[in-house]
């Protein structure tokens, strides 16, 4: 009779966990196609999650939006990563309209991952299209992520009119409308799963030693 091995059936366990974790976090973001250099170069984008790859210094990369409705806020968060520790990176992100205006912008510089956020609400203009420039104001950057949203504009009260901002950069993963809600929890479940199973493994090192 075959006796049940159950280290067996646990080491299957926590593969099919690391595999479903995994899967879920590479899913979660769709590949960044490389950006144009100028405006007319420019590259679309549609609402959803993206990671990038590397810029050079003082180099940026141009996307764009377009059927954007009039009461819309167009929200871009940006996650750059520096090439080297040690020099740091300065990011740029910021946000046209289709006439070359800028409507937001934010550069910040650090020696680790900076984020950015930004935002702007479409005001009425005759276009529904927007450009996005992410890049490098100084020193290369070893990778970076672009989450873009549309929601509707925030409520104003009486007389007040709608104006262009940029929000101080965000540190926590939390999706800011439904749009990127489903990809930020399969990314959040997939995180979870990752921690469980290194902590089951942990457990079963420990109890091997003792």
Known sequence: MTRFNFKKLVMVAIL???LFGMVGIIN?????PKGGDSFTTAVKLEPGSYQGGSIESKEAEYFYLTGVELGQEISIRGT???ASSNAGAEAVLVLYDEDGTK???KVEAAYE????TISSVHRGTATDKFYIKAGSGL?????FSLEVTLKA???RGPGEQVVATATPAVTAGVPQDASAGGSNWVLIAGAVVVLVIIGIVAYFLLRKKQ
Do not use: K, N, R
Request: glycine fraction near 4%; hydrophobic fraction near 55%; charge should be negative.
């Open 28 to 32: 979660a973001q769709q590949v960044l």
């Open 80 to 82: 750059f990563t520096p």
């Open 113 to 116: 991952t900076v984020l950015l």
């Open 153 to 155: 504009a925030p409520t």
């Open 16 to 18: 099919g966990l690391f």
């Open 103 to 105: 409507l937001a912008e």
């Open 139 to 143: 020193f290369d950057i070893d990778s």
